[in-house]
C-alpha cells in the first residue's frame, strides 16, 4: 500500500461548527478526512484556520441577502507548538500550526499567521483581492509543506485538491534545488511525490496570476521566470501547473474526467487525468433512522418524521409553514449562474398551475460569494420568487452543514439543472438520494453514472444540446415532473420501492469509503 498522504485544501468542511469550508470542495475534504479515519488510512490533511470562515447570510428589510463575517469558537484546536515562516513580499511571516481530530476525522494540521500585522492574510476564506489570494496560497502550500517538515511527519504523497496548493509543488522543487539538483532534476523528482485533483470546467475557477505578482509576493521562492514559466505559464495557470507539477491527476465524475481531458489537451507535459468519481460520507450525512429502517413502512415513516423536521426549522427560520403532504423539492448549491438555481421560474405560467392547489412546494438555499454581483443577484431572484409565491417557494437563509443535512434529509425530490457538462460532480444529490429523496437531474456530474430513469430518480433531458439550452431544459424539467415525478407521487408503494433503490445505488457505488480506496488503488500507487 502507498504510504502517507498528505492532503492540501483551502477548505475543509467537517461541521457547521467550525466553518472553514465554502462548499462543494470543503464539504468533499471534510468527507475524504473521515472516510480515511473510517478505513484507518494514512492520511492527513492540511489547510489553513480562517479567523472567520467564508460567510454568513441573512436577508435584510428589503429582502435582500448581505454577508457577514462574524467571530467564531474553536477553543478545541490544539496548538502544536510548531511555528513556521513564510515570506510574503517583504515580510516573514511566522504561521501557528494547529491540529485538529475531531468529527470523526483524521488529523488535520492548519496555518494561521502569530502576528495580527499578518492577521489579513486569513480573515476570510476566498476573497478576491489578487495579493490577498495569492498571501493565502503561499501559506498553504509553501507553509504546509514546512510544516510537515518541522512536525516531522513523512510524506509519501502530497495530494493537492485543486490548484490553490500548487505552490506546495514549488516548494518542493526549491528544497530539492537547495540539495544540489538541477532545476529539471528537481521538477521530476517532486513530480514523483505529487498528485492533483482538479475540480471544476468554469474558467473562473481556475486561477491565473500574473507571473510578477507571484514574483513580488514571495510565491516564486529561488525559481526564476523561465523555470515558473515552464511550470504554469505567464500568466501562470494554477490548473497548468498542478497537472504539470503531478505524476497523476484526476478529475471528480466519468463525465467531468471526459471534459477535463478534453479542457487541458492542449497542455504539454500534463499528468494523465483519469476519473475517479466523489463519495459522501454515510455516517455525516445519512440519518441513522434511515439507515435502520427494514420495510417498505418503516421508511416512509422515517421519512416522515425527517420531513416534518425539516418543516419545523424551516418554519423558525422564515415563518412559512410548509405543507407536509405536498410534494417537497429541494435545491439547495452555491449561487452559481451556470447552476440556474431560478430555471423553474422562467415559464410562470408552468409554475403557477404547478404550485396551484399545494401539489409542489419548493424549498431553496444557497450562498452567493461574496463578492459575486452575479450569484447575489441569483439569491435575489429566489427570495423575489419566494414573495410572489409564499405557499409554494421558501428560501433558507444561510445555507451550511446543518441545514444541508436537514434539507437532504427531509425533502421528497432533489433538483438538480445546471448547464451541461459544466457541474464536476455535485455531491449534495448524493446525499439526498442516500436518505431517499429521489434525484430530478440533468444528466451532469455524478448523475450519468447512477440514473436509472423511473427506477431510482429521474434525468431532465437526455443529455443533449439544444439552440437555445435554457428552453430546452426547461421544457424537458416540467415534462418530467408533471409526467413523471407527480404520478409517481400518487403511488405510494411505487415511491418508496424508489427510495430504496436511491438508498442502494448510493451507499454501493457512491460512498467516500469508496472514493479513498480508488484513491488508494488509482491515484496514489507510485
Not at 483551502?10 to 468527507?31: C, Q, T, V
Not at 495557470?237 to 467531468?256: D, P
Request: glycine residues 10%; negative net charge.
Amino acid at each position: 500500500m502507498p504510504g502517507t498522504v498528505a492532503y492540501f485544501c483551502m477548505e475543509f468542511g467537517l461541521h457547521e461548527d467550525f466553518p472553514i469550508y465554502a462548499g462543494g470542495l470543503g464539504i468533499l475534504a471534510g468527507d475524504y478526512l473521515k472516510a480515511a479515519r473510517d478505513e484507518q488510512l494514512p492520511v492527513i490533511g492540511v489547510g489553513i484556520r480562517w479567523a472567520r470562515g467564508y460567510s454568513r447570510q441573512r436577508v435584510d428589510a428589503d429582502g435582500k441577502p448581505v454577508d457577514e463575517f462574524p467571530e467564531y469558537g474553536a477553543d478545541f484546536l490544539e496548538d502544536t507548538g510548531v511555528r513556521v515562516r513564510v515570506r510574503v513580499a517583504a515580510r516573514e511571516v511566522e504561521a501557528r500550526v494547529w491540529h485538529v481530530e475531531r468529527w470523526g476525522s483524521a488529523p488535520l494540521y492548519l496555518l494561521e499567521p502569530v502576528d495580527p500585522q499578518d492577521a489579513w492574510i486569513t480573515y476570510r476564506l476566498y476573497e478576491n483581492a489578487p495579493d490577498r489570494r495569492i498571501a493565502q496560497e503561499i501559506l498553504l502550500g509553501v507553509g504546509g509543506v514546512r510544516a510537515l517538515r518541522r512536525l516531522g511527519i513523512a510524506v509519501d504523497t502530497y495530494h493537492f485538491n485543486e490548484g490553490h496548493a500548487v505552490f506546495a509543488g514549488i516548494e518542493l522543487i526549491a528544497d530539492r534545488m537547495e540539495s544540489g539538483l538541477a532545476f529539471r532534476e528537481a521538477w521530476d523528482a517532486a513530480r514523483r511525490a505529487i498528485v492533483f485533483t482538479t475540480h471544476t470546467p468554469i474558467s473562473a475557477g481556475n486561477e491565473v496570476h500574473p507571473l510578477a505578482d507571484l514574483h513580488r509576493l514571495g510565491a516564486c521562492l529561488e525559481l526564476v521566470d523561465d523555470e515558473m514559466r515552464a511550470i504554469g505559464g505567464d500568466p501562470f495557470n494554477m490548473t497548468v501547473a498542478g497537472l504539470r507539477l503531478a505524476r497523476r491527476a484526476n478529475a471528480v465524475s466519468q463525465l467531468h474526467g471526459e471534459v477535463a481531458r478534453d479542457m487541458w489537451k492542449e497542455v504539454d507535459g500534463a499528468a494523465e487525468i483519469i476519473a475517479i468519481t466523489n463519495g459522501v460520507h454515510g455516517p455525516t450525512w445519512q440519518d441513522p433512522r434511515v439507515a435502520a429502517a427494514g420495510t417498505p413502512e418503516d421508511l416512509w415513516t422515517a421519512h416522515q418524521t425527517l420531513k416534518d423536521e425539516l418543516c419545523a426549522m424551516v418554519r423558525a427560520r422564515t415563518g412559512a409553514a410548509l405543507d407536509r403532504d405536498a410534494l417537497l423539492i429541494g435545491f439547495a448549491r452555491r449561487a452559481a449562474t451556470y447552476k440556474r438555481s431560478d430555471l423553474i421560474f422562467r415559464d410562470l405560467t408552468r409554475f403557477e398551475r404547478l404550485a396551484r392547489g399545494h401539489r409542489v412546494q419548493l424549498v431553496f438555499a444557497g450562498k452567493n460569494h461574496p463578492d459575486d454581483t452575479e450569484g447575489r443577484r441569483v439569491v435575489a431572484t429566489l427570495l423575489s420568487a419566494a414573495r410572489r409565491f409564499p405557499q409554494a417557494v421558501v428560501f433558507v437563509p444561510d445555507y451550511d452543514m446543518g441545514v444541508a443535512r436537514l434539507l437532504t434529509r427531509g425533502t421528497d425530490v432533489w433538483l438538480n439543472n445546471p448547464v451541461r457538462p459544466l457541474e464536476a460532480c455535485g455531491t449534495s444529490g448524493m446525499k439526498a438520494g442516500l436518505n431517499g429523496s429521489l434525484n430530478l437531474s440533468i444528466l451532469d456530474g455524478w448523475w450519468p453514472e447512477a440514473c436509472r430513469h423511473g427506477e431510482n430518480g429521474w434525468a431532465i433531458g437526455d443529455g443533449s444540446s439544444a439552440a437555445n439550452q435554457d428552453d430546452h431544459d426547461l421544457a424537458a424539467l416540467h415534462g418530467v415532473l408533471e409526467g413523471d415525478v407527480l404520478p409517481a407521487w400518487a403511488d405510494r408503494a411505487r415511491w418508496t420501492r424508489m427510495m430504496q433503490a436511491s438508498i442502494a445505488t448510493v451507499a454501493e457505488g457512491f460512498s467516500a469509503s469508496r472514493m479513498i480506496r480508488d484513491y488508494f488503488a488509482r491515484l496514489y500507487q507510485p
